[in-house]
């Protein structure tokens, strides 16, 4: 399956979205509109950090464990993702550019590893619906940077 991949620049510099993404309890607060039941082990942050987290889209739940498996600061970090008892196996990567005119360009792209065989027979809709809620995604990661970065500088 083609991978899906979605971004948005934000006025906060690559430093200050690494250090708010590299903390894994950090996502629960952007992705809780389609990512709940957040149970967390490992590291707090960085390689080994990981969640057991219950996604729901499309009108179906199922478990997903999201583990990072790299991180280069303040550069990208890659998250390996396993639901459907192991048949969809995914990664997640965050790549971080610094703009021009200050602050970051944030891309999120989801590449499946693996899929079980109804997510590659309906292929667009998956992808369609992953795009949508992503892009949701990244709209609430840009609001909870700003809340973040202005708590720590107050």
Request: aromatic letters at 6%.
């Amino acid at each position: 399956m083609q991978p899906v991949t979605v971004s948005i620049d934000v006025p906060q510099t690559p430093e200050q979205v690494y250090g708010f993404l590299d903390v894994m309890a950090h996502h629960e607060r952007f992705t809780d509109h389609y990512l709940t039941n957040w149970r967390y082990s490992g590291p707090p942050r960085g390689i080994g950090s990981c969640a057991t987290v219950t996604a729901a889209l499309s009108g179906t739940k199922t478990d997903v464990t999201i583990k990072v498996i790299e991180a280069e600061a303040p550069r990208r970090i890659v998250e390996h993702n396993v639901s459907a008892a192991g048949r969809r196996q995914a990664h997640g990567t965050y790549a971080l550019e610094p703009l021009r005119t200050g602050g970051t360009h944030i891309s999120f792209t989801y590449t499946w590893v693996r899929a079980p065989l109804a997510d590659r027979l309906l292929a667009p809709v998956v992808r369609t619906t992953l795009r949508h809620a992503n892009r949701a995604v990244m709209r609430r990661l840009a609001v909870e940077l700003a809340r973040h970065v202005s708590a720590a500088e107050s």
